[in-house]
């Protein structure tokens, strides 16, 4: 669907007339967000926070899983000598306890989970200063339009004059080594 959106939109330049063409032209640079955010040095620290706090949940899901497994085991070497009630009893339990993991999952790392309020709670600050540094950037080299390569849009071809990534990390003050200059 976005190809064709992009192939309609470029059909409809090629029709313009010449003068239509010169009015139409924009000013286009793209960043590379990852790109940026690797060069972050407080970014490292915010990805191992959220490793810790990912494996800690990962841990206690375990425990759950274990729990489960150790529960059903007994369960299969003692259904034959449990009662209907007891053995219903039973599987109630090793349900409920199912129920129990899959909600811990939910929670945590559902879609609304605690995982990605943490992700968007530690990473907010760092994107909010590099759109304001993209902004500061576009805005003083005239650009009309500034995509994020590693988002969504698919680029078949970019030219690298174009790349603002640098510009953007001088922007935020973020020192840079000469390979990355070239």
Request: hydrophobic content about 35%.
């Amino acid at each position: 669907m976005r190809l064709f959106a992009i192939t309609a939109i470029l059909l409809g330049l090629l029709s313009l007339s010449p003068l239509q063409q010169a009015e139409a032209q924009s000013r286009v640079g793209f960043i590379d967000s990852e790109y940026i955010l690797d060069r972050i040095p407080e970014y490292e620290g915010i990805l191992q926070r959220l490793d810790a706090i990912n494996q800690g949940w990962r841990e206690e899901i375990q425990e759950l899983q274990l729990e489960i497994e150790e529960m059903q085991r007994e369960f299969d070497a003692r259904e034959i000598l449990f009662t209907e009630e007891v053995r219903e009893q039973r599987m109630q339990e090793i349900r409920q306890k199912k129920r129990d993991r899959e909600r811990l999952i939910d929670q945590r790392f559902g879609p609304n989970g605690e995982y990605f309020r943490q992700q968007k709670e530690l990473l907010e600050p760092l994107q909010r200063r590099i759109l304001e540094a993209t902004q500061r950037v576009a805005e003083r080299g005239n650009y009309d339009y500034v995509f994020d390569r590693s988002g969504d849009f698919m680029f078949l071809y970019t030219r690298q004059s174009l790349n603002l990534s640098n510009d953007v990390l001088i922007e935020m003050g973020i020192q840079l080594d000469e390979q990355d200059l070239n």
